[in-house]
T-cell receptor, first 111, second 115 residues
Framework: TQLLEQSPQFLSIQEGENLTVYCNSS?????LQWYRQEPGEGPVLLVT?????EVKKLKRLTFQFGDARKDSSLHITAAQPGDTGLYLC???????????FGKGTKLSVKP | DAGVIQSPRHEVTEMGQEVTLRCKPI?????LFWYRQTMMRGLELLIY????????DSGMPEDRFSAKMPNASFSTLKIQPSEPRDSAVYFC?????????????FGPGTRLTVT
């Protein structure tokens, strides 16, 4: 069974700080996706990384896919309260090619 | 576009009662997914439809759960009889795949509480 472990589970920081959250697996994934979920809403796709070693930037968010395609990280520079939410990583896995989600990192950015 | 629409947004019911959750996918999308989210288990796929046909229901926990998609604009997830351990947030998502891993657009979810 392919699993995605996300760390930390919870993160509370002050506005303006930098942070990194991680998504790790013992399995290789053909691609990984990152979603953000706000309270009372469904997840929204932020980015898909496909190539090992790939780095993608989305404003203050930087996503990296590990060289071996087993892990990924999300770095946020100068966090803002609007970044608050649950960050989920998801990889394509299993015999059916379904999206397998990690349990997420719950980020709280205090003003 | 209105996005994926789910109803009800909140449902509180007693153990043993039947629960029906509803979903209207984004127009033009031919893939539909039902997920369940809990603190313990995270987001889990229950069932996947493509062109209104159930393709993968391996995530459906047991026979108490059933899902239908009578047409391209409507799907239901039914739990009968409901149990307290079914309490969770249920999400419907739609996409333009296959592949099923294409971007999925999630609805706002239905928070189900079974007492």
């Amino acid at each position: 069974t392919q699993l995605l472990e996300q760390s930390p589970q919870f993160l509370s920081i002050q506005e303006g700080e930098n942070l990194t959250v991680y998504c790790n697996s013992s399995s290789v994934f053909s691609s990984l996706q990152w979603y953000r979920q706000e309270p009372g809403e469904g997840p929204v796709l932020l980015v898909t990384v496909v190539t090992g070693g790939e780095v993608k930037k989305l404003k203050r968010l930087t996503f990296q896919f590990g060289d071996a395609r087993k892990d990924s990280s999300l770095h946020i520079t100068a966090a803002q309260p609007g970044d608050t939410g649950l960050y989920l990583c998801a990889g394509i896995g299993g015999s059916q090619g379904n999206l397998i989600f990690g349990k997420g990192t719950k980020l709280s950015v205090k003003p | 576009d209105a996005g994926v629409i789910q109803s009800p947004r909140h449902e509180v019911t007693e153990m043993g009662q039947e629960v029906t959750l509803r979903c209207k996918p984004i127009s033009g999308h031919n893939s539909l997914f039902w997920y369940r989210q809990t603190m313990m288990r995270g987001l889990e796929l229950l069932i996947y439809f493509n062109n209104n046909v159930p393709i993968d229901d391996s995530g459906m926990p047991e026979d108490r759960f059933s899902a239908k998609m009578p047409n391209a604009s409507f799907s239901t997830l039914k739990i009968q009889p409901s149990e307290p351990r079914d309490s969770a947030v249920y999400f419907c998502a739609s996409g333009q795949g296959p592949p099923r891993s294409d971007e999925q657009y999630f609805g706002p979810g239905t928070r189900l509480t079974v007492t």
